[in-house]
């Protein structure tokens, strides 16, 4: 109920378009979303962007230092986005993410996560954090899908409170597949390079 | 105030617009029906989606006029947020100006239209050439970042100027005090807003048959001579056929008409050289077939100021 309003909200703050290029939103399509990262904006708008379906069956991966902070947060996170909350700090044996997210695709769910481990607020990405890949090796027939969120940052600069109205668009690419004796930095390089193609698109 | 149910005028008004609408539909449809070649189609396509567009405009700016003022007032204030909200996006803004844009969007655009629905003529007509324009650049300062600061607060100050002060003289024109003619100010809003559409739309249809000669190639390749001399002799046509709805003898009307038409040219021509210098085509997206509200209203921005100044010098007490 808050989650359909509250992305309903967005798409109308954000006039938010999706543009599907090479992957369709499909019905039963279980996949892993990554995408660029400069704002708290950047979620929300994939997130209100996917139709209400396959909403309901993703949740985002977001870091459990920030989203456990405060009571506000807390909820959001919990209740309304179903966020994966992970340790990014201080990854041991014990909180391993991969433990809490091959599950949840194993389950039929899919997941969103923004490989670049942080905001950036420089144009440039960031080198792809390792977890895309070891997804990757634990459930081998999973798609990532690469997203380009454009505009976010704008909306919301990092260290901003209150969100400007600008248009914001959400470009999906085709998806990849982590290939046989593909070594990690080579799949990384290929998945950073499939989001930077968006960008001109 | 309720012009649609106690102003005969009115009614001829909408009558008239309903059976225009109707007619471009049938046309349309015909049109739809005997287009071979896919260039064609694609026109057809489009023109097709203007069409229903107007269709919708049509209805709630009618809905609007039926309020009296202050459905106009809520209308126009929605436009010019939408409007600044495509200019902002095509704009590039530095990070440090985020607040002054909060500003802009979320209090000098509401308070510009509250004054107009308050009738505070006299403070809405410099709030924002004077106030605003000084907010701006001070609101800026504080944020302490003075990288390329002239050009961030001109952008700034040109958005607000455009989509929201020279859009909200279209409303304001109900605050006009016409001596003979009290509560028919509906009419003149009317009038403009006919006029530069259909200004608008005749140069377009006139520019798609008849057009060869390009008139401004580097600034707008789809406009003509054909298609202006077209638009704008068709508008002071209208113009002067409506004469009975305002205060204007046929002759003003026609004056009038001829006024709006050419600024309304000329507030297109502007607004292409902006969005031809970003490399886009529309503003946005948000009504099929035209472009983004912005592309709808740019001869508006450009005609409504004057329209009104030249009514409230020579016509209003």
């Given at each position: 109920m808050i989650a359909a309003l509250l992305s309903s909200f967005v798409r109308l703050f954000t006039g938010v378009q999706a543009r599907w290029f090479g992957s369709a939103p499909d019905d039963d399509a279980r996949r892993v979303y990554f995408a660029n990262h400069t704002s708290n904006f950047d979620f929300l708008v994939l997130w209100s962007v996917l139709p209400d379906h396959l909403r309901k069956r993703t949740r985002p991966v977001a870091a459990s230092d920030y989203w456990r902070a405060g009571r506000l947060r807390r909820f959001l996170a919990e209740s309304v986005f179903r966020g994966v909350l992970i340790e990014r700090k201080k990854v041991t044996r014990a909180n391993n993410p991969m433990d809490q997210l091959v599950p949840i695709l194993n389950a039929g769910e899919s997941l969103i996560i923004f490989p670049e481990g942080g905001r950036t607020s420089e144009p440039e990405m960031r080198p792809f954090k390792s977890g895309l890949y070891y997804l990757g090796r634990a459930v081998p027939d999973i798609d990532f899908v690469p997203v380009y969120i454009n505009n976010a940052s704008r909306v919301?600069?990092?260290?901003?409170l209150l969100p400007l109205p600008l248009l914001c668009s959400v470009i999906f690419g085709k998806s990849l597949r982590l290939e046989k004796n593909e070594s990690k930095d080579a799949f990384l390089t290929r998945a950073r390079a499939a989001v930077e193609a968006l960008i001109d698109l | 105030m309720n012009f649609l149910s106690s102003d005969h005028e009115m009614q001829i008004l909408a009558a008239g617009v309903l059976a225009v609408l109707l007619v471009a539909s049938i046309i349309g449809f015909f049109l739809n029906l005997q287009v071979k070649s896919e260039k064609g189609r694609e026109v057809i396509d489009n023109l097709n989606a203007r069409i229903k567009a107007w269709w919708v405009m049509t209805i709630i700016f009618f809905l609007a006029l039926a309020t009296g003022g202050i459905g106009s007032v809520i209308l126009f204030c929605l436009i010019s947020f939408l409007a600044l909200r495509e200019y902002i996006t095509l704009t590039p803004t530095h990070r440090a100006d985020h607040r002054a844009l909060f500003w802009a969007f979320f209090v000098i655009t509401p308070l510009q239209y509250l004054l107009i629905a308050l009738h505070r003529y006299g403070i809405a007509v410099i709030m924002i050439p004077v106030y605003a324009y000084l907010f701006i650049p001070i609101r800026n300062v504080i944020a302490g970042e003075y990288e390329d600061f002239l050009a961030r607060n001109s952008k700034i100050q040109w958005g607000l100027m455009i989509c929201v002060y020279f859009v909200s003289y279209a409303p304001a024109l109900l605050l006009l005090d016409v001596p003979g003619r009290e509560g028919q100010n509906g009419k003149l809003l009317y009038f403009l807003v006919c006029v530069t559409q259909l200004s608008d739309v005749l140069q377009y249809v006139f520019g798609k048959c008849f057009g060869r000669h390009k008139i401004a190639p580097n600034i707008s390749p789809n406009k003509t001579i054909e298609g202006f001399i077209g638009g704008v002799l068709g508008a002071v046509l209208i113009g002067t056929g409506l004469w009975?709805?305002?205060?204007?003898s046929w002759w003003q009307a026609a004056l009038m008409a001829l006024v709006i038409a050419l600024m309304g040219f000329f507030g297109g021509l502007v607004m292409s050289a902006i969005k031809r210098d970003r490399g886009v085509k529309d503003y946005g997206a948000t009504i099929p077939g035209h472009g983004g509200i912005l592309d709808r209203i740019d001869s508006l921005c450009f005609a409504a100021p004057v329209f009104f100044h030249i009514t409230h010098f020579y016509f209003a007490s």
């Open positions: 919301l600069p990092k260290g901003e | 009975w709805i305002t205060p204007f």
